[in-house]
């Protein structure tokens, strides 16, 4: 059974910065594709920010491009996403999330996502 556990989540003010983490476990962590994905009160889950099994390929989505960085540690099985310049609106809960490999593609929906983490709540404050 594969699992994700969260960290990092928190409350900032605006402009200021947070890294979340997400560990993962029970399948080979190479083989998966990874995303970060955000849901906001009322609003539907969307992807924020994915990358490729061995980490070359990354995608981000357009407002936070210059802002967040996703990463991989392949021999650690962990995924970062370091976000600075935070706004209020990157107020959601983020969910760390894991499919198998499209590549040379990847995947930004959330149904090409096969296992989940719990989610953690990041607020920013004005």
């Known amino acids: 059974q594969v699992q994700l556990v969260e960290s990092g989540g928190g409350s900032v003010q605006a402009g200021g910065s947070l890294r979340l983490s997400c560990a993962v476990s029970g399948r080979t962590f190479s083989d998966l594709a990874m995303g970060w994905f955000r849901q906001a009160p009322g609003k539907e889950r969307e992807i924020v920010s994915a990358?490729?099994?061995?980490?070359?390929?990354?995608y981000y989505t357009e407002s936070v491009k210059g802002r967040f960085t996703i990463s991989r540690d392949n021999a650690q099985n962990t995924v970062s996403l370091q976000m600075n310049s935070l706004k209020p609106e990157d107020t959601a809960v983020y969910y760390c999330a894991a499919g198998r490999s499209v590549e040379p593609f990847i995947a930004t929906s959330p149904y090409d996502y096969d296992y989940w983490g719990q989610g953690t709540q990041v607020t920013v404050s004005s």
């Open positions: 990358i490729a099994r061995i980490g070359g390929n990354r």
